[in-house]
């Protein structure tokens, strides 16, 4: 069954520091990727997602996620974090597989907490 | 995005008691999720709704129950809740077919069983 794993459970930074969360997937197909963000009080957003094409994407606030196949990862980052972006972070994979059931699989969350 | 509600948004309820927690979608999606989410820790998905009249249980063993009568609408039931039921519960829809598919959520129901 695929996984997802993001490394950190807790990020404490400051304002204008950049921003990096890790995600890998264990699954070895083809997949699509995505991130959602839960702001304190609020529903998952989706952030951005990948699908094909450029592995570098873009998605809303700044925010922008590399997919890098070879490694089985698509680490999420931001130049400069604002402290509207503490939130809780959540990397998730659907893979291209009956047998993988074509479910949306989620990690277990970074808690982001942006010091003013 | 897709507009999906949830309602209650909070609820605190006694032992043994039925509970029905609302979702809604207003875009025609098919496929409908319900996932449970404890402080702290990933989504587990529980039920999932490709259409009407079609139900299907996730991934994590749940003791609710769901229906989908209309497209718009997948209620889940707890026909006797319990303090191990305690915990947030997120209602998703979907647009796209295959790979394509982008889930949208909810607000969630915040469920405290005493």
């Known amino acids: 069954a695929q996984s997802v794993s993001q490394h950190n459970h807790h990020v404490i930074l400051s304002e204008a520091a950049s921003l990096e969360l890790g995600c890998n997937y264990s699954y070895g197909g083809t997949v699509n990727l995505f991130w959602y963000v839960q702001y304190p009080g609020q529903h998952l957003q989706l952030l951005l997602k990948y699908f094909s094409g450029d592995p570098l994407v873009k998605g809303i606030k700044g925010f922008e996620a590399e997919f890098i196949k070879s490694k089985f990862s698509f680490n999420l980052r931001k130049p400069s974090v604002q402290w509207s972006d503490t939130a809780e972070y959540f990397c998730?994979?659907?893979?291209?597989?009956?047998?993988?059931?074509?479910?949306?699989?989620f990690g277990g969350g970074t808690r982001v907490l942006v010091k003013p | 995005e897709a507009d999906i509600y949830q309602t209650p948004r909070y609820l605190v309820i006694g032992t043994g008691k039925k509970i029905t927690l609302e979702c809604s979608q207003t875009?025609?999606?098919?496929?409908m999720y319900w996932y449970q989410q404890d402080p702290g820790m990933e989504l587990h998905l529980i039920h999932y709704s490709y259409g009407v009249n079609s139900t299907e249980k996730g991934d994590l063993s749940s003791e609710s129950t769901v229906s989908r009568i209309r497209t718009e609408h997948f209620p889940l039931t707890l026909e006797s809740a319990r303090p191990s039921h305690t915990s947030q519960y997120l209602c998703?829809?979907?647009?796209?077919?295959?790979?394509?598919?982008?889930?949208?959520f909810g607000p969630g129901t915040r469920l405290l069983v005493l």
């Open positions: 998703a829809s979907s647009v796209g077919l295959g790979l394509a598919e982008t889930q949208y």
């Open positions: 998730a994979v659907n893979a291209r597989s009956k047998a993988a059931g074509n479910k949306l699989t």
């Open positions: 875009m025609g999606h098919d496929k």
